[in-house]
């Protein structure tokens, strides 16, 4: 199976869940089971070759300039996580389908489930960092979700909450290092990144670099001082727990360190930030976890002891310490998210995962018993289990590190966390499952069904066979993972259960006796620890939280406090400093055009637009007067388009001109007609300057343009030359905008449609609340004209109907060969209904207009849509156009163009939303009884009887 | 007439952007209509100015205007229009809802508007 079906099932997947929980919970559960499996048969494929040390790779360039390609390959080391992901996966649904409640949504956590699985996969298999960035956003994102489903418990909510805080902010981190080893490396792709180990140590980057992708590492991986969020995760539902704290979400740091091994590790700077955090967490969890009393914050502070420990492992930076580290992980993900998985199961049947009001379960659960005991001694390290394979293997390392030239340091801490883990293993078994039954727990437990046992069961059953059996179970993959890690060579190793009298054997007997001593002593430890003052992770984030959003929040506050018109004056001198800079910065070539002369007729114009925007700024107050002026403007501006060789952009301006000022004349109706001054002098001299700097500036900047040729050859030839031969038509703006950039005006429609849709909206929200009321009292604040509807006005325009519907259609049908088109012939349709409108009211209109402008938007759009799907046909891209001539008997010949049905669509979207938006604006007006009976104040047919239209 | 069209270009501008400074709703929209004369002129002409030379082909003619401004500055036109209507509306109906076309909404009219 391709890898990118693998990463892409499970997103593909999260659909499923979520839509056929309406057919029952098992349907929704066997979705999110069947998709898991399916990928995981599709990776499984894989594995004889990635075994035998090929590496399997699926290439997608997509911005190769950028660097950002959909690569994903597939080796050891992503052979072994993208299968604990998926197959621990497919357990944890199995569980969960019998350990959510019926009030669960479980649909929705099946999907999310998918999305997180996905998005680890993603991260496992990418081979661009790019790509793995996003992944790795996209698991704070989803257990974000997974965390904070139980979104009705408030510590659920602030846990999802802090998850997300932590390992987003150390996700940001990581985006900077990852862009500064890209960088260093020259390629994105961590398959060439992974060839430059020496490049990279040798760069004075690196050290940055590493120090940002570890922050991003050690955030998702809950290494000191980041730990605190993962315990507090544990407010999500079991399963989620055992998943994102067992094999998934909190190993992506430590896959990440593992990915990037061959080029990161080594050096002294490695060593002791890895090392030591490792080292640092691994002790300070396994203390806290010694003195938890929640069964799952016991069992999360180990696994922050155990991510620990691996980390260090890591930092060890020798070929057998990631040997090591890879077979923990291995070994820690089957007795964790089994040991998870027994919390759960003793939470549900006793009510309760508090460790003081549980014991003696021993004989009321034997099955839940056998399952944690055998986990929980394996997290000890007994012989012959998995844990105490690796922990031998780990305890050996540190046996020979020294750290700064104390060669002590680390095998005795590294003992004294061995001593700690076993001493809370030993724990979790004696204090829940020995010692005597007791008869107040809150509910009487009792072993669960198959359904919810059956997946740690199986888990325990790896983790003894591995124990018994390491070489043939577990050996081809630890070294096929471990080989990747090290970028080829592995030293010689065993994976064997006896080693002989090693210092390793002799730590380990002292951690388990000394263990098996805390475990005696630990109520009088857990008294002088309750007693002891430590710092409470979860106030000291609350506070840096608390303190940035009271920040931010007087940041906001002064800065956003709604003054928009500051906001604009700013964003004006922003941009008037940026062009000042870029004017004193830069160089201006000489003028290389010669002006063209000035005539009589232009200057008239100029005179025009000059006065009137003038006094518009002068008169701005009186709103009609400014309107007016407004449309002289308009209107001098397309007749100098016309002027100026562009009588398309005249045609559409001098008729936008008219929608615009009707649009702005039907608003003027219901708002003041004055503009009070309230502007302060000093207020009026800082806008004068900043718009007479920027009206310098523009008109500068054009008059330097005009007055120069281009410097580089313009694309305007190849549309000149290809207009006819290529696009079918003489006028080469409408073959632009219908058929070289159709694509473009395919969109503006669009956005056309949905203004005029918006627009409606509005309105209807506008009139559904009090307003309403208020319109239908207005009063009129002017005297209104006697006659509504003067009969002139009324007869012209009818008349003019058709005339100007015809003048739209030969507007339209000439549009490809010369000025017109669908823009232009829409507007043109638009004014000759709205004329009618105007002279003969709304209601008289309205009731005569059959179809819906929204109807109108939609088919044009529709039409536009399907007449560039047409090309698919004929096997070509969207929107190619094609167009032929044809002869017919008695005509002359015609051409027939697709663009021509693309142009008609163009047509429909701007009648509609023309129409759309002046048809909203006029619904403000109506007001019963305003609109008299008939629209011509006298109807020649008004007094016939009805019943015998025939009369007349 | 190249001086022309720039001066005028840059009146409109100027005027656009005082209006748009103003506090009220109704000049704000009256100046946004003026700025879009004038980019709409602005991207026009930075095809440069050529008379009698309409992107028409025509065997006969061999020289042409930049007709790529021109198609873009169509588009932009009848954009506008919609980015007017939508504004004018949303412009209306504030002043409907609340009587009051300020812009600004800081101003101490009373309540927290």
């Known amino acids: 199976m391709s890898l990118f079906l693998i990463a892409a099932?499970?997103?593909?997947?999260?659909?499923?869940?979520?839509?056929?929980?309406?057919?029952?919970?098992?349907?929704?559960?066997?979705?999110?089971?069947?998709?898991?499996?399916?990928?995981?048969?599709?990776?499984?494929?894989?594995?004889?070759?990635v075994l035998r040390g090929e590496v399997i790779a699926a290439r997608l360039d997509w911005l190769p300039e950028l660097g950002l390609n959909a690569n994903f390959f597939l080796d050891g080391l992503g052979l072994l996580f993208a299968g604990l992901i998926l197959g621990i996966g497919i357990l944890i649904i199995l569980y969960a389908r019998f350990y959510l409640s019926r009030e669960d949504p479980m649909g929705q956590f099946y999907c999310y489930l998918l999305l997180f699985q996905g998005a680890m996969v993603g991260i496992v298999l990418s081979d661009n960092i790019l790509l793995l960035l996003v992944f790795w956003e996209l698991t704070s994102l989803s257990s974000f979700l997974l965390i904070g489903y139980w979104r009705h418990l408030p510590e659920g909510r602030q846990g999802a909450r802090m998850a997300l805080i932590v390992t987003g902010a150390g996700g940001l981190a990581m985006i900077g290092g990852m862009l500064i080893l890209g960088n260093i490396a020259g390629s994105y792709d961590l398959t060439v990144i992974l060839q430059q180990?020496?490049?990279?140590?040798?760069?004075?980057?690196?050290?940055?670099?590493?120090?940002?992708?570890?922050?991003?590492?050690?955030?998702?991986?809950?290494?000191?001082?980041?730990?605190?969020w993962l315990p507090h995760a544990m407010a999500a539902p079991t399963p989620v727990s055992a998943y994102l704290h067992s094999a998934t979400m909190v190993k992506a740091g430590l896959f990440l360190m593992a990915r990037l091994w061959p080029v990161m590790a080594g050096t002294d700077a490695w060593f002791y930030i890895v090392a030591t955090t490792g080292l640092v967490t691994m002790v300070l969890g396994a203390v806290i976890a010694l003195f938890k009393d929640d069964l799952?914050?016991?069992?999360?502070?180990?696994?922050?002891?155990?991510?620990?420990?691996?980390?260090?492992?890591?930092?060890?930076?020798?070929?057998?310490?990631?040997?090591?580290?890879?077979?923990?992980?291995?070994?820690?993900?089957?007795?964790?998210?089994?040991?998870?998985?027994?919390?759960?199961?003793?939470?549900?049947?006793?009510?309760?995962?508090?460790?003081?009001?549980?014991?003696?379960?021993?004989?009321?659960?034997?099955?839940?018993?056998?399952?944690?005991?055998?986990?929980?001694?394996?997290?000890?390290?007994?012989?012959?289990?998995?844990?105490?394979?690796?922990?031998?293997?780990?305890?050996?390392?540190?046996?020979?590190?020294?750290?700064?030239?104390?060669?002590?340091?680390?095998?005795?801490?590294?003992?004294?966390?061995?001593?700690?883990s076993a001493a809370y293993s030993f724990r979790y078994v004696a204090h829940v499952f020995l010692g005597p039954e007791r008869d107040d727990y809150p509910s009487h437990p009792h072993d669960p069904g198959a359904g919810m046992w059956l997946a740690p069961a199986f888990l325990v059953s790896l983790v003894v066979l591995i124990g018994l059996f390491p070489e043939t179970v577990a050996g081809g993959?630890?070294?096929?993972?471990?080989?990747?890690?090290?970028?080829?060579?592995?030293?010689?190793?065993?994976?064997?259960?006896?080693?002989?009298?090693?210092?390793?054997?002799?730590?380990?007997?002292?951690?388990?006796?000394?263990?098996?001593?805390?475990?005696?002593?630990?109520?009088?430890?857990?008294?002088?620890?309750?007693?002891?003052?430590?710092?409470?992770?979860?106030?000291?984030?609350?506070?840096?939280?608390?303190?940035?959003?009271?920040?931010?929040?007087?940041?906001?506050?002064?800065?956003?406090?709604?003054?928009?018109?500051?906001?604009?004056?700013?964003?004006?001198?922003?941009?008037?400093?940026?062009?000042?800079?870029?004017?004193?910065?830069?160089?201006?070539?000489?003028?290389?055009?010669?002006?063209?002369?000035?005539?009589?007729?232009?200057?008239?114009?100029?005179?025009?637009?000059?006065?009137?925007?003038?006094?518009?700024?002068?008169?701005?107050?009186?709103?009609?007067?400014?309107?007016?002026?407004?449309?002289?403007?308009?209107?001098?501006?397309?007749?100098?388009?016309?002027?100026?060789?562009?009588?398309?952009?005249?045609?559409?301006?001098?008729s936008v001109e008219v929608v615009t000022i009707v649009l702005m004349l039907l608003a003027l109706n219901f708002m003041p007609k004055e503009t009070p001054r309230e502007s302060s002098p000093v207020r009026k001299t800082r806008d004068a300057v900043l718009s007479i700097g920027a009206g310098l500036g523009v008109g500068g900047l054009i008059y330097a343009l005009m007055r120069r040729d281009f410097d580089l050859p313009t694309i305007s030839e190849y549309h000149l030359n290809n207009s006819y031969s290529g696009g079918g038509g003489t006028n080469v703006v409408n073959v632009i905008?219908?058929?070289?950039?159709?694509?473009?005006?395919?969109?503006?429609?669009?956005?056309?449609?949905?203004?005029?849709?918006?627009?409606?909206?509005?309105?209807?929200?506008?009139l559904s609340g009090p307003v309403r009321g208020r319109l239908l009292n207005r009063k009129p604040d002017a005297p209104q004209s006697g006659d509504a509807h003067p009969l002139m006005m009324v007869v012209v325009t009818r008349m003019m109907m058709?005339?100007?519907?015809?003048?739209?259609?030969?507007?339209?049908?000439?549009?490809?060969?010369?000025?017109?088109?669908?823009?232009?012939?829409?507007?043109?349709?638009?004014?000759?209904?709205?004329?009618?409108?105007?002279?003969?009211?709304?209601?008289?209109?309205?009731?005569?207009?059959?179809?819906?402008?929204?109807?109108?938007?939609?088919?044009?759009?529709?039409?536009?849509?399907?007449?560039?799907?047409?090309?698919?046909?004929?096997?070509?891209?969207?929107?190619?156009?094609?167009?032929?001539?044809?002869?017919?008997?008695?005509?002359?010949?015609?051409?027939?163009?697709?663009?021509?049905?693309?142009?008609?669509?163009?047509?429909l979207a701007v009648v509609g939303a023309v129409m759309l938006a002046l048809e909203s604006f006029s619904r403000f007006a109506w007001q019963p009884g305003i609109a008299p009976e008939h629209a011509m104040d006298i109807n020649p047919a008004r007094d016939l009887d009805p019943k015998n239209p025939e009369e007349v | 007439m190249e001086l022309l069209v720039a001066s005028a270009v840059g009146v409109l501008t100027a005027a656009g952007i005082y209006l748009v400074l103003r506090q009220r709703t109704f000049p704000v929209i009256v100046g946004l209509s003026l700025l879009s004369y004038a980019v709409n002129v602005f991207l026009f002409a930075t095809g440069r100015l050529i008379l009698n030379r309409p992107p028409i082909l025509d065997k006969h003619v061999t020289e042409y205007t930049d007709p790529l401004p021109q198609a873009l500055v169509l588009t932009a036109i009848v954009i506008s229009f919609g980015m007017t209507a939508v504004v004018v509306m949303i412009a209306l109906g504030a002043y409907l809802s609340e009587q009051d076309d300020r812009i600004d909404t800081n101003a101490e009219t009373g309540e927290d508007a």
């Open chain 1, 197 to 228: 180990r020496d490049l990279i140590q040798t760069s004075p980057l690196y050290l940055p670099a590493l120090i940002l992708i570890l922050i991003g590492a050690f955030t998702k991986s809950a290494q000191f001082p980041f730990h605190f």
């Open chain 1, 477 to 654: 993959i630890v070294a096929a993972a471990a080989g990747a890690v090290t970028g080829g060579d592995l030293p010689e190793y065993h994976l064997k259960l006896w080693h002989g009298l090693t210092p390793a054997f002799y730590m380990s007997a002292v951690a388990l006796s000394g263990g098996l001593m805390l475990l005696w002593g630990h109520a009088h430890l857990n008294r002088a620890w309750t007693n002891s003052p430590r710092p409470e992770a979860k106030t000291i984030f609350d506070a840096i939280v608390g303190t940035a959003t009271r920040i931010s929040r007087i940041l906001t506050d002064r800065l956003h406090d709604g003054a928009l018109t500051r906001y604009a004056a700013i964003f004006v001198a922003f941009t008037l400093g940026l062009a000042g800079y870029a004017w004193l910065s830069g160089t201006l070539g000489p003028q290389t055009r010669a002006p063209l002369e000035i005539a009589a007729l232009p200057l008239i114009g100029w005179i025009g637009v000059i006065v009137s925007t003038v006094l518009m700024v002068a008169f701005h107050r009186r709103r009609l007067l400014a309107l007016i002026l407004m449309g002289v403007v308009g209107l001098v501006v397309s007749v100098s388009f016309n002027y100026l060789s562009a009588p398309d952009l005249a045609l559409t301006q001098i």
């Open chain 1, 296 to 420: 799952k914050a016991l069992l999360a502070f180990s696994t922050v002891s155990h991510l620990g420990l691996i980390t260090m492992l890591l930092g060890f930076g020798t070929g057998m310490a990631a040997v090591a580290a890879v077979f923990h992980i291995i070994n820690h993900a089957t007795f964790k998210a089994a040991l998870f998985m027994t919390a759960g199961i003793v939470d549900h049947e006793a009510h309760t995962r508090d460790i003081k009001r549980l014991g003696g379960l021993r004989r009321l659960m034997p099955v839940t018993f056998t399952i944690a005991a055998v986990a929980s001694l394996s997290m000890a390290g007994l012989i012959p289990l998995n844990g105490y394979l690796s922990k031998e293997m780990m305890l050996e390392e540190a046996a020979h590190t020294a750290w700064l030239q104390s060669t002590w340091l680390v095998p005795a801490l590294a003992t004294f966390g061995a001593l700690l």
């Open chain 1, 802 to 907: 058709p005339v100007a519907l015809m003048v739209a259609a030969f507007i339209f049908f000439r549009g490809h060969n010369l000025p017109g088109g669908g823009f232009i012939a829409g507007l043109i349709a638009a004014i000759a209904v709205v004329m009618q409108y105007m002279a003969s009211g709304f209601g008289w209109a309205a009731e005569r207009q059959h179809v819906p402008y929204h109807g109108i938007i939609g088919s044009g759009v529709l039409v536009a849509a399907v007449t560039g799907m047409g090309a698919w046909l004929a096997g070509e891209p969207f929107l190619t156009s094609a167009f032929g001539y044809v002869h017919l008997p008695g005509l002359e010949k015609f051409e027939l163009a697709t663009a021509a049905l693309f142009d008609l669509g163009v047509f």
């Open chain 1, 9 to 49: 099932l499970p997103f593909l997947g999260a659909c499923f869940p979520a839509l056929l929980i309406r057919a029952g919970r098992n349907a929704s559960a066997m979705s999110a089971g069947a998709v898991s499996l399916l990928a995981l048969i599709g990776l499984l494929i894989h594995a004889p070759s």
């Open chain 1, 737 to 766: 905008l219908v058929d070289f950039r159709g694509f473009d005006t395919f969109g503006e429609i669009t956005v056309l449609g949905i203004a005029a849709i918006v627009i409606f909206a509005v309105t209807q929200a506008v």
